[in-house]
């Protein structure tokens, strides 16, 4: 966390966190076009923020695309500020950037935590429905084949669509597969109203891609969920609800036991 802090402690670089979460994912020319400051001191702080894993990167056939990564202020909140306080400062700090700030663009969620385990385990973690029922809730039924259908269980409701499928399936290294179904009883048991409901149905279905690159004694997880419209209610659903998972899923994996309220 010490690297956390002193990446942040520089205005340059609390600047480019700035940009890139006004537009996420952005290169390093598209970043230095607003800049007064050289290339190469652009990619120095990139570097930086980097190491201290506040900004994750994903590459698209030449372009490097530059991503805020969530999960080290995430880490931060769930040390000091705890669950009974977290809606509270969640709903002012709601208030603050809708009287302040533009609405944030953007149409995918991108998030990269290092977790102690080994690419066995965290594939095992991700596709047994032992394990995701931990820290998801949730229960998958698959062969884990490219082309091969998914079913989801949560909160008594499954999930079955013949586009709800395995896109790629690459064991240990890279997983991706296409969003569940929303439908009017998925929406219920999550106590959804029926507009937001019907608005989620609406939509085009998205994908999620999880890579797994080992990194000494960890795994570097990078999630990806792309896919959505302009405007997406599900997206701003994900962007909460990924950080939790994705908590819960690291704190089981390293310690045993997920996080008290899996998501």
């Not at 990446?7 to 890139?20: E, I, M, P, T, Y």
């Not at 390293?254 to 008290?260: A, D, Q, V, Y």
Request: proline share 5%.
């Amino acid at each position: 966390m010490d690297e956390v802090f002193k990446a942040l402690a520089d205005a340059s670089r609390r600047g480019l966190l700035d940009d890139l979460n006004a537009r996420n994912g952005q290169t390093l020319r598209e970043l230095c076009a607003g800049l007064d400051m050289a290339r190469q001191s652009v990619s120095k702080h990139l570097a930086v923020l980097e190491a201290a894993n506040l900004v994750t990167t994903v590459r698209r056939g030449r372009e490097k695309l530059h991503y805020v990564n969530a999960e080290p202020i995430n880490a931060i909140a769930e040390r000091w500020i705890d669950r009974y306080h977290r809606g509270r400062v969640g709903a002012l700090a709601d208030l603050k950037r809708a009287l302040e700030q533009e609405p944030m663009s953007g149409d995918e969620f991108v998030y990269t935590s290092y977790i102690r385990t080994t690419p066995e385990r965290l594939w095992k973690a991700l596709t047994d429905p032992v394990f995701t029922k931990q820290y998801w809730g949730c229960e998958f039924t698959s062969d884990w084949k490219p082309g091969s259908t998914m079913a989801w269980d949560q909160l008594g409701v499954r999930l079955e669509d013949a586009e709800q499928v395995v896109l790629e399936s690459d064991p240990y290294r890279r997983l991706s597969y296409t969003w569940h179904t929303f439908t009017p009883e998925f929406g219920k048991s999550v106590g959804l109203d029926d507009d937001v409901s019907a608005k989620l149905q609406a939509e085009s279905r998205s994908k999620v891609t999880f890579d797994l690159e080992p990194v000494g004694d960890t795994v570097k997880l990078t999630v990806v969920h792309d896919g959505f419209d302009e405007g997406s209610t599900a997206l701003e659903m994900v962007k909460g609800g990924w950080p939790s998972i994705l908590s819960s899923l690291k704190t089981l994996l390293e310690t045993g036991e997920p996080l008290p309220e899996p998501a």
